[in-house]
């Protein structure tokens, strides 16, 4: 009988490995590695080619038939210092940061209030406020720059750090309040009535109880609302004008290409530095992250 049952668990155990058929190389090569070497390759092409330009002489850049295109054959770093130390860019990367980390901060305090009130209070017509403001996310920002540069100049605050700041909400907070609201959704409501039921306000429900498990979805709200303040062009080229307030995007494109001349190699470089912020903020969050995509879309 012992043979019996061996031989019945081997086959149920062949018929039940689904993957099985990766421990053939040809098989591996073309589901696993292949796939994955092509990936990698979109992905992280477009860094190193920024480092490799960043670190390039001008002598190389535009010279491919001397020197090797994919790779630099005196690296120099004379591209890092001419933006670090002559250019603006420092005052930029210090702009870019206040500007991204007001924005995102004022829109998940405006988010988490709407999604509180959208998923838990359940008001009457609740679920098309919450559809609206998710539309208003696929409004394109071209048209809306208009009419939100005639309020910029109204208030005063036009060429300042304020107008972006005051601006970029517009577009942060709807898709920060569709992904609280799958979030909060996932939390049980059982947690929520017997916190009623032991006399909790909403505001006490929503600090101490809604707030603390929703932890993972106010980082990846928060990671997405930084990358996109971080890397928004069309408000920062319209409502800023001095050289001194301009953040990366902007400063980069109208201050290191001067009409048919474009400084390659300090272009780079400042992209590539532009980038390692959003970079290290991705590292250190994405368990969190994945985890609250999870949460928001879940029934």
Do not use: H
Not at 18 to 40: C, D, E, H, K
Not at 149 to 155: L, S
Not at 248 to 266: F, I, K, S
């Amino acid at each position: 009988m012992t043979s019996t049952v061996r031989a019945s668990d081997r086959i149920v155990a062949d018929d039940s490995v689904g993957m099985s058929y990766l421990n053939r190389t040809p098989q591996r090569l073309l589901t696993v590695y292949l796939p994955l070497g092509v990936f990698i390759i979109v992905l992280l092409f477009p860094f190193y080619w920024m480092t490799i330009t960043a670190l390039k002489p001008n002598a190389e850049l535009n010279n491919f038939r001397d020197y090797n295109p994919f790779w630099p054959s005196n690296p120099t770093l004379q591209n890092i210092r001419y933006l670090l130390f002559e250019t603006s860019y420092p005052g930029w990367l210090v702009n870019t940061m206040v500007v991204a980390i007001g924005s995102t901060i004022l829109s998940l305090v405006a988010s988490v209030f709407a999604a509180y009130a959208i998923e838990r209070i359940r008001f009457p017509g609740s679920r098309w406020t919450g559809l609206a403001i998710f539309l208003a996310y696929l409004v394109p920002p071209s048209i809306l720059f208009i009419p939100l540069a005639v309020m910029i100049f109204k208030f005063g605050i036009y060429d300042s750090k304020l107008a972006l700041i005051f601006t970029y909400p517009t577009f942060l907070i709807p898709f920060c309040t569709w992904l609280l609201m799958g979030y909060f959704r996932s939390i049980p409501y059982e947690l929520e009535e017997c916190a009623l039921v032991d006399g909790a306000s909403r505001w006490q429900i929503l600090t101490r109880i809604m707030l603390p498990l929703a932890v993972p979805g106010l980082i990846s709200a928060g990671i997405f609302a930084f990358t996109l303040s971080w890397n928004e062009f069309i408000y920062a080229l319209t409502f800023i004008q001095s050289s001194e307030n301009k953040t990366v995007p902007v400063g980069v494109l109208t201050e290191l290409v001067r009409g048919d001349v474009y400084e390659w190699g300090a272009l780079m470089a400042g992209a590539l530095l532009g980038s390692l912020p959003v970079v290290l903020l991705y590292s250190f969050f994405v368990d969190y992250y994945v985890s609250s995509m999870t949460g928001a879309v879940k029934e």
